[in-house]
Nanobody
C-alpha cells in the first residue's frame, strides 16, 4: 500500500518561510509510476473546510489558489518520489494543517498532515 508522509511544518513568524516535503513509499508498483501521477497540497485552517493550495501535473504544469499565488511554489522530484511546497512571505491566515495528495488513476492517496503555524 502507498504511504505519503509530510514533513517540514512548524512555527514561524509572519514574513518567514517554510518548505514542506511529501515522500511517497510502500508500493513498488505505484511508486514506480509516481512520475505519471498528479500531486497536490491542501490545507484545513481552524474552523474551516479543506481547501486546495497548489497542484502539479505529470508534465510539471502548476496551478495555485489566488490566496497563495506569488508566495508559494509547488515542485516535484520524480527520482526521489517526493513533492515539495515552498512557502514564502507567510501570513497568519496561512496557519493550517497541510495535506499532501497523490492521484494515481482513479485512486487518491493522502498523508496525515503537518501543522503550519504563523504568528503575528
Amino acid at each position: 500500500q502507498v504511504q505519503l508522509v509530510e514533513s517540514g511544518g512548524g512555527l514561524v513568524q509572519a514574513g518567514g518561510s517554510l518548505r514542506l516535503s511529501c515522500a511517497a513509499s510502500g508500493s513498488i508498483f505505484r511508486i514506480n509510476a509516481f512520475r505519471a501521477n498528479a500531486m497536490g497540497w491542501y490545507r484545513r485552517a481552524p474552523g474551516k473546510q479543506r481547501e486546495l493550495v497548489a497542484t502539479i501535473s505529470s508534465g510539471f504544469s502548476t496551478a495555485y489558489a489566488d490566496s497563495v499565488k506569488g508566495r508559494f511554489t509547488i515542485s516535484r522530484d520524480n527520482a526521489k518520489n517526493t513533492a515539495f511546497l515552498q512557502m514564502n512571505s507567510l501570513k497568519p491566515e496561512d496557519t493550517a494543517v497541510y495535506y499532501c495528495n497523490m492521484k494515481a488513476g482513479s485512486v487518491n492517496y493522502w498523508g496525515q498532515g503537518t501543522q503550519v503555524t504563523v504568528s503575528s
